[in-house]
C-alpha cells in the first residue's frame, strides 16, 4: 500500500526546496540546494529538475507514488498559463513556461504559484494559522513578503498579486525604497532596512549583518534596539492596515527577522492598537510562523491536496 | 402571479431609506425619510418599521409578495446575533438587537448588514462593479467608507468590520484625525477633510461647505483645487493599499464628493501609479459609482437574493 505523496518546491533568489508532502502535510522526503540564480534560468531548471526527479525517487524507494508536482516561485507569476513573469531575485527569468518546463521532464501533473502565497497557504493549513478562517502571512527577511488566505482559501487576487505588503506605504515623506518609491514598508522592516536603520543612527559604515545588529541590540545597544523599534512601528501600521482592511482572524510573522520578536513586536502591536478600530483589533491574534523554511514547500503541496479534496480548511 | 420582493434598508446617520427589490434587482418601491437619529434608537426603530410596513403595503397593492428583510445599518453591526453594537452616527444606539426588534413588528424574516458592506455588495451586483470578480467600494462623503467584495462574494472578515479604510494611515506624522489617531485617510479625502483643508489653506474662517468649496474650485480657486488635489493624493495611497494587498479588478468611488471627480482622481490615480506594482495597477480600473444613493437598499436586498439563489456572481 503506497502512500500518495505530492511533490512540494519553494524556489527563492537564495534557496531551492523539494519536498514530498503527504495527505496530512507531513513532510516525507526533502532536499535542500543552493538556487545559484547567477547562473541563470536554464541551469535554475535543470536543478529543479534534477531535485524533483531525486524527490520522486525518494517517494519511489519507501513504496510511495506521486500525485503531481506543485512549483512555488519567487517573483510574479501567472498561475493560469503556468509562467514566471518576472522575478526581481532570478536574473534572467522573463516570461519563463516553468510549468511545462518541469512536466515535460519530471512526466507529473505540475501546478506553479508564487511562492509567498504558497507559503500563507501552508501556514494555514500546518502552521501558525491552523483552524483559523482567515490570516495574513508577514514574512520579514531580505525583503518582506505576504500573503492572503480568506475563507479558507488563498486569496490570490486577479492577477495572483495580492498579499504584496512590501510596498505598502508607512510614511509618504520618509525614507527612499530601492523600489524608488517612498516609505515602503520593506525598506523599514525587512532585514536590509533595519540593518541600513541600524548604520544611519549609529552614524559610521560598520560591516554589520542583520544577526549582528540583533546581537547588538541584545547586548543593549541604543542604535540597534532604535532601529528594530522603528522596524516595529512600521510594521504596526502596516497591520493596522490589514486590520482595517481585512478582519482578520490572525497575523501570522515570519521569516529570518523572527527570532528578534521581542525587540519589534512590542513597538508593532503598539502601533497597531493606535491605529485600527477596536473590534478587529482585539480578534486578531499576532502570532509567530510555525513552519519555519518549510512553510513554502508544505503550502504549495497544500494547494495540490486542497485540489485533491485534502488540506480542507479545518484540516 | 405575484412578484416575489426583498426589502432592502439603509439606514444612516441622516437619511433612512427602504426599498423593495426585486429579483433582479429593480426597485419596485422606495421609502425616503429623515433618521432623525437625535431624537433616540427607539424613535428610529419605530420609523423603520413604519417605513418596512408601508413599502411592504406598496408591494400587496402591486399584487407582489414580500420574501424578508434585509437592514443595513450604520456602525458596528453584529451580522450573527442581528444587533448593531455601536454607531457612532446614532446617538445612544448600543447594543441594539435591531434585526429581532423589527422582525417581532413586521413578522418576515429579518437579516442585519453593515451599511458599507451592503452597499459594497449592491454597486457589485446591479451597478459599477457588476461582471467582476473582485471588487473595492471607497464612499466619500462626510466620512469615508468603505467595502469588498472577493470571488464574487461580501468579505465581511471575522466581525463584518473588513473594508474600513477610513482610518487607514496615510501619513503617520500628518494630520489630526476626530479619531483621535494620525493621518488617517478619512481626515484628508472625506468632505470635511477637504473643507478643513481648504481652510487651513485660505488662512480665514469662511462659512463655506463642501458643495462651496467643489464651487470655488471650478471657478479656479487655487486653494479649493489644492484641497481637492491633496485629498486626491491621499485617497491614491489608500488604493496603492488596495491594490498591493487585494489585486482587485475594480475600484468603486462614491458618496457625495463623487460630482467633483475630475478634481481628485487624476491626482489620485497618478499617485497610484507611483505606489503600487505594475501588473495590478494595469489590472485595476477605477470607476465612479452607478446607484448613487441606492446602492446601500439594493445591496442589502441583493444579500438575501444571494441566499435564495438570485443575485448570483455574474447576475
Redesign the interface.
Known amino acids: 500500500m503506497g502512500q500518495e505523496i505530492v511533490i512540494g518546491m519553494d524556489l527563492g533568489g537564495t534557496n531551492l526546496r523539494v519536498a514530498g508532502v503527504a495527505a496530512n502535510g507531513e513532510v516525507v522526503a526533502l532536499r535542500r540546494e543552493e538556487t545559484a540564480a547567477r547562473e541563470g534560468p536554464e541551469a535554475v531548471i535543470g536543478r529543479i529538475v534534477g531535485a524533483v526527479r531525486h524527490v520522486a525517487g525518494l517517494v519511489a524507494a519507501a513504496g510511495g507514488s506521486v500525485r503531481g508536482v506543485v512549483l512555488g516561485a519567487a517573483g510574479?507569476v501567472s498561475s493560469g498559463e503556468g509562467v514566471v513573469?518576472s522575478s526581481p531575485n532570478l536574473p534572467g527569468w522573463r516570461d519563463i513556461p516553468l510549468r511545462d518546463r518541469v512536466a515535460g521532464e519530471v512526466g507529473l501533473p505540475v501546478l506553479l504559484e508564487n511562492d509567498a502565497n504558497a507559503a500563507a497557504f501552508g501556514e494555514h493549513w500546518r502552521g501558525a494559522g491552523r483552524g483559523c478562517?482567515?490570516m495574513a502571512l508577514v514574512t520579514l527577511g531580505t525583503g518582506v513578503g505576504g500573503g492572503?488566505v480568506?475563507?479558507g482559501?488563498l486569496?490570490?487576487?486577479?492577477?495572483?498579486?495580492?498579499?504584496?505588503?512590501?510596498?505598502?506605504?508607512?510614511?509618504?515623506?520618509g525614507r527612499t525604497c530601492r523600489c524608488g518609491?517612498i516609505g515602503c514598508l520593506e525598506t523599514y522592516a525587512s532585514a536590509t532596512g533595519i540593518v541600513d536603520r541600524y548604520r544611519e543612527l549609529a552614524g559610521l559604515e560598520p560591516s554589520v549583518g542583520a544577526d549582528g545588529v540583533h546581537g547588538l541590540a541584545l547586548e543593549g545597544d541604543a542604535n540597534a534596539r532604535q532601529a528594530f523599534r522603528e522596524a516595529g512601528r512600521a510594521l504596526g501600521?502596516a497591520f493596522?492596515?490589514?486590520v482595517?482592511?481585512?478582519?482578520?482572524?490572525r497575523i501570522v510573522v515570519g521569516g529570518g527577522v523572527l527570532p528578534a520578536w521581542d525587540l519589534f513586536m512590542p513597538a508593532a502591536e503598539q502601533e497597531l492598537r493606535?491605529?485600527?478600530?477596536v473590534?478587529?483589533v482585539s480578534?486578531?491574534r499576532l502570532v509567530a510562523a510555525a513552519l519555519g523554511d518549510l512553510a513554502g514547500v508544505t503550502g504549495a503541496a497544500g494547494l495540490l491536496w486542497r485540489r485533491c479534496g485534502a488540506a480542507g480548511p479545518r484540516g
Open positions: 510574479i513573469v478562517s482567515s492572503l480568506l475563507g482559501e486569496w490570490r487576487g486577479a492577477d495572483g498579486m495580492a498579499g504584496e505588503i512590501r510596498h505598502l506605504t508607512i510614511d509618504p515623506g518609491n501600521i493596522a492596515a490589514l482595517n482592511l481585512l478582519n482578520p482572524e493606535r491605529r485600527a478600530f473590534a478587529p480578534r486578531v
